[in-house]
């Protein structure tokens, strides 16, 4: 016998206090995560000596002025500090130092970064369907604008949810905030799925893991087929939160031309400016012009062959028949090579309307990715074990139950509810956003988080090593009006960041992954880190903003799409003197030094980057063209910079490393480069690249 559940059953299951999935909702408001976090007394140091004490383990001193000035250049602008930067910091300046690096336009490029991981930045589809993202640099700019100009993590936050229904005092701040909605936009999408709405719940299912894991730091969607195994996330949140996406509009252009099975898939973008209303439109009409066209020329090419690919076998069986079975056949033949022969030159005519079109694009506004309000502004019905001819009862527009905020309304009746999600991710009721972020700068800045579990802080994640801290740290977030910049100066001024990374048998002993800050953990650098250090070494780094995209050399109507067999850009030509945060990022199509260094994946939220050390890295190191080319720049760099092979050795380690060659150091480099000759200098400059001091951080 089959049992079949009432839906308006399903959704009391659904719903229930004590779902049956995992910890109930009442139990989760006494999770330590979804806890508001409480303030603190003491400052970051003596909280962190609290637990040294407990543990009886003893501290480092201060690290030495030639390590810290690199450590503090590398974590707040990805750069090296030049030899005269190096050579003029003092302790006694740490201050002012740190101010100078916070206001360089290189922090942004840095931290700005950082945030790009956890929003799956990509300037392509990626997936069975590599469509270019041609306008996601605006977000990309964005985001590195909004960390130089330190604007507030909340604001931000709202921005990126919602900052289309966001009020704004003129045109720029408009323009902002529309390309800030390109959060929602970005992710992979399967072009490929023809059943639109199979289509829609998996973007939808994509931008709530990405907005639960970059803000949250929870897995909303485990709760899409059921009620959430170990959080308090029952299915029917899921849905309320599925509701307001399903009432937006994500908005990431055209691609897929001329596959009518995919039509659905086609949206538009934001116009920017003050010409957007002007040129917007004609600029629509002809991609839709152009989209009709073309799906019309792979109708009739498809139909040609349709026809064409009968008749080798029809010729065939011709020499097998004869009589009038014979006669029949080949009037059919001469039949069907009349109907190829008129699909040709129907085929003919729309393959020059198309390719016309393509050459003669209307002045177009700028544009940007970014999401908009839908016409019909709908609740989601639960989709029972997440299929969509599986539907339960309609879920309300809302938001996780186990975050209960008053002061937070419920979307309003013929809106989406994107502002009252966004004011709910950034209240300072919710007890996660501060902290994961926190937790989130504290990580880059040690190499080991708080929370080890950087984008899980529910049931299964780990607890914190230092709560008292985090939530030190976290409520002096928000006292601060959500300031990285004060956030980041506070924690680099600290004794604990300050310390040396020499180890201590006794401690090692004790604490061997310095869970308790005994010492400043070494850190390798990342992949961008890396290639720029070399470009800074060499002297090819352009330190400035590209005023030409990359992607700009190529036509967005003739190269939409990156196909596999034939691309038109490959990974290897992807290169540039500007530094690597300006580099595109095609999903499937990374620069080496990027898959082998331990680049965010595109393709989800990254919270926190693998690290390895492998043989293909060092192998790259010795035998990358590009690396070499480097290596031979930076023997040019030394040699016409000084006549003594002393001083241009003296000059090769203050530009690596920050200090001197030792005596040792200086003898075995003065033997190598004795011929004089330039290929012996690069082979040095080259090994130099390549060794641990150069890509850990001290």
Not at 103 to 128: C, I, P, Q, T, V
Not at 137 to 162: C, G, H, L, T
Not at 571 to 590: D, E, K
């Given at each position: 016998m089959t049992w079949q559940v009432p839906l308006g059953v399903v959704f009391v299951l659904a719903t229930s206090f004590a779902h049956a999935g995992g910890m109930s909702i009442e139990e989760g408001r006494k999770l330590w995560s979804l806890i508001p976090p409480k303030a603190m007394q003491d400052d970051l140091d003596s909280l962190v000596s609290v637990k040294l004490a407990e543990q009886k383990l003893t501290?480092?001193?201060?690290?030495?002025?030639?390590?810290?000035?690199?450590?503090?250049?590398?974590?707040?602008?990805?750069?090296?500090?030049?030899?005269?930067?190096?050579?003029?910091?003092?302790?006694?300046?740490?201050?002012?130092?740190?101010?100078?690096?916070?206001?360089?336009?290189?922090?942004?490029?840095?931290?700005?970064?950082?945030?790009?991981?956890?929003?799956?930045?990509?300037?392509?589809?990626?997936?069975?369907?590599?469509?270019?993202?041609?306008?996601?640099?605006?977000?990309?700019?964005?985001?590195?604008?909004?960390?130089?100009?330190?604007?507030?993590?909340?604001?931000?936050?709202?921005?990126?949810?919602?900052?289309?229904?966001m009020a704004s005092k003129h045109q720029a701040q408009r323009d902002e905030m529309l390309t800030a909605t390109g959060f929602l936009a970005l992710g992979a999408k399967s072009y490929e799925e023809s059943k639109p709405e199979i289509f829609r719940m998996d973007v939808i299912d994509e931008q709530i893991e990405t907005i639960s894991r970059s803000v949250l730091g929870l897995s909303v969607a485990c709760a899409r087929c059921h009620d959430h195994k170990f959080d308090p996330i029952p299915t029917a949140d899921y849905y309320a939160l599925a509701g307001i996406l399903r009432s937006t509009q994500p908005l990431y252009g055209y691609g897929t031309r001329g596959i009518k099975a995919t039509a659905f898939h086609h949206t538009e973008w934001h116009a920017l400016g003050d010409e957007a209303k002007k040129l917007a439109p004609a600029a629509l009409e002809y991609f839709h012009k152009l989209d009709a066209e073309t799906l019309a020329m792979h109708e009739a090419r498809s139909a040609r062959y349709g026809v064409s690919k009968r008749i080798p076998e029809m010729k065939r069986r011709l020499g097998e028949v004869s009589g009038a079975e014979k006669d029949k056949l080949a009037a059919e033949i001469a039949e069907m090579e009349a109907k190829v022969a008129d699909w040709n030159v129907k085929v003919d005519v729309l393959e020059k309307s198309v390719e016309a079109m393509k050459d003669a694009a209307p002045p177009q506004p700028a544009w940007a990715m970014g999401a908009r309000e839908r016409e019909k502004i709908e609740n989601s019905r639960i989709h029972i074990r997440g299929e969509i001819t599986n539907l339960g009862d309609a879920v309300p527009r809302g938001f996780l139950q186990v975050i209960a905020i008053k002061a937070v309304s419920a979307p309003a009746p013929k809106q989406s509810g994107r502002l009252e999600l966004a004011q709910w991710l950034t209240h300072r009721d919710n007890p996660l956003t501060a902290r994961v972020m926190v937790n989130r700068v504290w990580q880059k800045l040690f190499g080991r988080a708080l929370v080890t579990t950087v984008d899980d802080f529910g049931v299964s994640g780990a607890k914190p090593s230092h709560p008292e801290l985090l939530d030190h740290l976290a409520v002096r977030f928000m006292d601060g009006g959500w300031s990285v910049k004060?956030?980041?100066?506070?924690?680099?001024?600290?004794?604990?960041?300050?310390?040396?990374?020499?180890?201590?048998?006794?401690?090692?002993?004790?604490?061997?992954?310095?869970?308790?800050?005994?010492?400043?953990?070494?850190?390798?650098?990342?992949?961008?880190?890396?290639?720029?250090?070399?470009?800074?070494?060499?002297?090819?780094?352009?330190?400035?903003?590209?005023?030409?995209?990359?992607?700009?050399?190529?036509?967005?109507?003739?190269?939409?799409?990156?196909?596999?067999?034939?691309?038109?850009?490959?990974?290897?030509?992807?290169?540039?003197?500007?530094?690597?945060?300006?580099?595109?990022?095609?999903?499937?199509?990374?620069?080496?030094?990027?898959?082998?260094?331990?680049?965010?994946?595109?393709?989800?939220?990254?919270?926190?980057?693998?690290?390895?050390?492998?043989?293909?890295?060092?192998?790259?190191?010795?035998?990358?063209?590009?690396?070499?080319?480097?290596?031979?720049?930076?023997?040019?760099?030394?040699?016409?910079?000084?006549?003594?092979?002393?001083?241009?050795?003296?000059?090769?380690?203050?530009?690596?490393?920050?200090?001197?060659?030792?005596?040792?150091?200086?003898?075995?480099?003065?033997?190598?480069?004795?011929?004089?000759?330039?290929?012996?200098?690069?082979?040095?400059?080259?090994?130099?690249?390549?060794?641990?001091?150069?890509?850990?951080?001290?």
């Open positions: 501290p480092n001193g201060a690290a030495d002025p030639r390590s810290l000035v690199r450590r503090l250049y590398f974590d707040l602008t990805g750069l090296p500090p030049s030899p005269e930067e190096a050579a003029a910091f003092e302790m006694k300046n740490i201050e002012r130092v740190v101010d100078q690096l916070l206001a360089s336009k290189h922090f942004g490029e840095r931290w700005g970064r950082h945030w790009l991981d956890a929003a799956r930045y990509a300037d392509s589809n990626g997936r069975d369907r590599n469509v270019i993202f041609y306008h996601a640099w605006r977000y990309r700019d964005y985001v590195i604008d909004s960390f130089n100009a330190d604007k507030p993590y909340d604001q931000f936050i709202r921005e990126q949810i919602a900052g289309d229904l004060r956030l980041i100066k506070e924690i680099v001024l600290s004794k604990t960041y300050r310390r040396s990374s020499d180890a201590s048998d006794q401690s090692d002993k004790s604490d061997p992954d310095n869970i308790y800050l005994w010492r400043m953990t070494p850190r390798m650098i990342e992949a961008e880190v890396l290639r720029d250090s070399m470009l800074a070494l060499s002297g090819q780094l352009d330190p400035y903003p590209p005023q030409r995209q990359f992607l700009d050399q190529f036509n967005p109507q003739r190269e939409a799409e990156l196909h596999t067999f034939k691309p038109f850009l490959t990974a290897s030509a992807i290169v540039s003197t500007h530094r690597s945060v300006y580099l595109p990022v095609i999903r499937g199509t990374l620069p080496e030094i990027f898959t082998l260094f331990n680049f965010a994946a595109p393709e989800r939220p990254v919270a926190q980057r693998d690290e390895s050390i492998l043989p293909a890295q060092s192998l790259y190191l010795m035998n990358n063209p590009w690396v070499i080319e480097q290596a031979r720049h930076t023997a040019k760099r030394l040699l016409s910079g000084s006549s003594d092979d002393r001083e241009r050795i003296q000059r090769l380690y203050a530009l690596a490393f920050a200090r001197a060659p030792t005596s040792e150091e200086m003898q075995r480099a003065l033997r190598f480069v004795s011929n004089g000759q330039e290929t012996a200098w690069a082979t040095l400059c080259q090994t130099v690249m390549a060794s641990a001091e150069f890509r850990i951080l001290p």
